[in-house]
């Protein structure tokens, strides 16, 4: 038999039993209709943080386009003044020495009256995504703005000088001339070998060197000359470029005009092919003044029978080195002369010479100029005159002379004594002397200035 254990009904829970919860309905008393319990409002501090934020930002936004549209509206009205055109009046040259500063360089182009504003220039300078301003010697053109001015300064493109060697001048010249120019600097240790260099337009910056265009001079020299070596004439009698350049200089020595060289080498290698002494004056100057290169009067015929090792009366085929320093034209000349059966040459008048193939056609020609000579009118102050209670200053005929004329007034063929101003313009001129219209000269061939030409007697 199974007996049910009685079960307790739990009490029923009252109003007074359970709290109310929010958001719970309350519990209905009998009788009574179930009404539903409105929620809460949201909070509105959520609202006001967003609200505030974009306000912020919008702010922001306003300001920086208000910064944006003032930097353009300064940085035009910069450049505009940047642009503007500079007081300076006319075109002029200024020197910025090294180690300058912008703040310097600034004042420097204001004291010269290439700009106003020193300011704007140091901004430009150091905010226009300029390269660095470089120091040097530049020309700044007429009311050149400051952004002119900066791109001058920039752009390391300085006034560019120039010094012009003629052909002929021996090494010592050509020193003297260097150190006489005072745009150059520094000091030449020791005077180049003789023929080393090649004469002819320089161009340098403000503070090069003297031994730098002496540097210059030799590299151009070799390059010539290994370039003309290579394409000379098999057939002309020089074994080494050391004696083509002799060769050279002394064609160099005898005419300045370039159509003459070719032929007057031409006379020289007949003559070494033949073994004739080749006799030309200018060996005999060098053999007395060596490097000073001009003698200043006429040539003695003491001085003509005088050995030394350059003097080619008395020496057999070329002397031991050149007398002066050749030009590309007179290499060339002898790298590939005139083929002719000439053996000898003398003075036309005119700045020439006239040749001849026979020791009669040159005495021909050598009375010819004697009759010009006599039509002149005397020597100029400047020549010397013949000494002649000196028994050397009108020597008998010398036979077989290549040329007839010496520098200073020389002996011809005949005995005669030809005048300095009778002479041709190159052959050993004023080179060197007071009177040489290119010496102590510097020129800017980028200015109205230009390079002399030296005139024709």
């Known amino acids: 038999m199974f007996f049910r254990r009685r079960q307790t009904p739990a009490p029923t829970p009252t109003a007074s039993d359970e709290p109310a919860l929010p958001g719970r309905l309350s519990p209905r008393s009998p009788g009574e209709a179930i009404k539903p319990t409105a929620a809460p409002p949201p909070p509105e501090e959520p609202e006001r943080r967003r609200g505030g934020l974009l306000a912020t930002v919008s702010g922001l936004l306003t300001f920086a386009v208000v910064l944006a549209i003032g930097a353009m509206i300064g940085l035009t009205l910069f450049q505009r003044q940047v642009r503007e055109p500079g007081p300076l009046a006319a075109d002029k040259v200024v020197v910025i020495p090294t180690r300058s500063?912008?703040?310097?360089?600034?004042e420097i182009l204001q004291r010269e009256g290439v700009i106003t504003h020193t300011g704007l220039f140091e901004l430009a300078a150091r905010f226009g995504g300029k390269p660095p301003l470089k120091a040097g010697e530049y020309s700044f053109k007429a009311h050149a703005s400051i952004s002119d001015a900066i791109d001058t300064v920039t752009s390391g493109r300085q006034v560019q000088h120039a010094i012009t060697f003629p052909?002929?001048?021996?090494?010592?010249?050509?020193?003297?001339?260097?150190?006489?120019?005072?745009?150059?600097?520094?000091e030449i240790g020791e005077i180049p070998p003789e023929g080393s260099l090649l004469p002819d337009t320089y161009k340098f910056e403000r503070g090069a060197t003297r031994q730098q265009i002496v540097n210059l001079m030799r590299a151009k020299q070799r390059e010539v000359l290994n370039q003309i070596w290579l394409r000379r004439n098999g057939e002309v009698p020089v074994k080494t470029p050391a004696e083509m350049v002799t060769l050279a200089s002394i064609v160099e020595k005898e005419t300045g005009r370039a159509d003459e060289r070719p032929r007057v080498a031409g006379v020289f290698v007949n003559r070494l092919n033949k073994r004739m002494k080749l006799q030309s004056d200018p060996t005999i100057v060098y053999g007395i003044v060596g490097g000073r290169g001009t003698l200043g009067r006429g040539i003695r015929r003491d001085e003509i029978e005088r050995a030394t090792p350059y003097n080619t009366y008395v020496i057999e085929g070329l002397p031991p080195g050149p007398i002066a320093n050749p030009g590309r034209a007179a290499l060339e000349a002898v790298a590939n002369p005139s083929r002719t059966k000439d053996l000898f040459f003398v003075a036309d008048g005119t700045g020439g010479h006239v040749f001849a193939e026979t020791l009669e056609g040159h005495s021909r020609n050598v009375a010819r100029w004697r009759q010009v000579e006599k039509a002149r009118q005397a020597p100029t102050p400047d020549a010397a005159p013949v000494d002649k209670a000196?028994?050397?200053a009108d020597p008998a005929a010398v036979p077989n002379r290549a040329s007839a004329f010496g520098p200073g007034g020389a002996v011809a063929a005949d005995g005669t004594s030809t005048p300095a101003a009778a002479r041709p313009r190159a052959f050993d001129a004023s080179e060197g002397t007071k009177l040489d219209p290119l010496k102590n000269k510097t020129y800017d061939l980028g200015s109205p200035k230009t390079v002399p030409v030296l005139k024709q007697p």
């Open 101 to 106: 500063g912008t703040g310097e360089i600034a």
């Open 167 to 186: 052909e002929g001048l021996t090494s010592e010249q050509i020193v003297g001339r260097l150190n006489e120019n005072d745009i150059l600097t520094g």
């Open 390 to 392: 000196d028994p050397g």
